[in-house]
T-cell receptor, first 112, second 123 residues
């Protein structure tokens, strides 16, 4: 089982909306609804922004939304802001004993 | 609010050992499963290990199986990761992570609530 596939980079202008895809398989994303997204600023710990496909933890902006279709999950950032510039990682529960969670390859979001 | 504080990282030679700890507060530790996740310098995130609420169910990534041991002390609100036979490729920041509560349901998602502890394996 290999890493989930994300685009290396996505960019947008302030105020725009962008979408990051996360492509997996029927043994991870397609098998359950335990997809999460983490935001990571340079030299900071990852921050959970979406869990269980589309739920936001308390305190996370509603500009972040998640969805899933088949074996692909997506994170949409609406009303892009300068502070959204960061790395984003998806992850999916697999249930496998030796790879219980698989992470995405990561996407660098640049605010132009 | 859940807080996790990792400690125990440091510099170790290949083949050496380290024990990482994670102090938990702000939630009922005994009712949550826990994970360790790591991130090598300049690289992405990697799941390392899981321990269930029962403290008996344990799972490991292939890359660490047989070398790392996860444990959970509910009386001390503490999670540990004993790392033996360390290799250069184990060099990373190690984060502990707590399962996520959605309403009254504890899901299979996890949240990283600490700053991590750095492990460097080098001769």
């Amino acid at each position: 089982q290999s890493a989930l596939t994300q685009p290396a980079s996505v960019s947008g202008s302030p105020g725009q909306s962008i979408t990051i895809s996360c492509s997996g398989s029927g043994t991870d994303i397609g098998a359950n609804n335990y997809v999460s997204w983490f935001q990571q600023h340079p030299d900071k710990a990852p921050k959970l922004i979406i869990f269980d496909v589309s739920y936001r933890p308390s305190g996370v902006s509603n500009r972040f939304s998640g969805s899933k279709s088949g074996n692909t999950a997506s994170l949409t950032i609406s009303g892009l802001q300068a502070e959204d510039e960061a790395d984003y990682y998806c992850t999916s529960y697999t249930g496998s004993n030796t790879l219980l969670y698989v992470f995405g390859t990561g996407t660098k979001v640049t605010v132009l | 609010e859940a807080q996790l504080v990792e400690s125990g990282g440091g510099f170790v030679q290949p083949g050496g050992s380290l024990r990482l700890s994670c102090a938990a507060s702000g939630f009922t530790f005994s009712t949550y499963s826990m994970n360790w996740v790591r991130q090598a310098p300049g690289k992405g995130l990697e799941w390392v290990s899981y321990i269930g609420v029962d403290t008996i169910t344990k799972k490991y990534a292939d890359s660490v199986k047989g070398r790392f041991t996860i444990s959970k002390d509910n009386g001390k609100n503490s999670l540990s990761l004993q790392m033996n036979s360390l290799r250069a490729e184990d060099t990373a920041v190690y984060y502990c992570a707590v399962s996520v509560l959605r309403g009254v349901i504890i899901t299979n998602a996890f949240d990283i609530r600490g700053q991590g502890t750095m492990v460097t394996v080098s001769s």
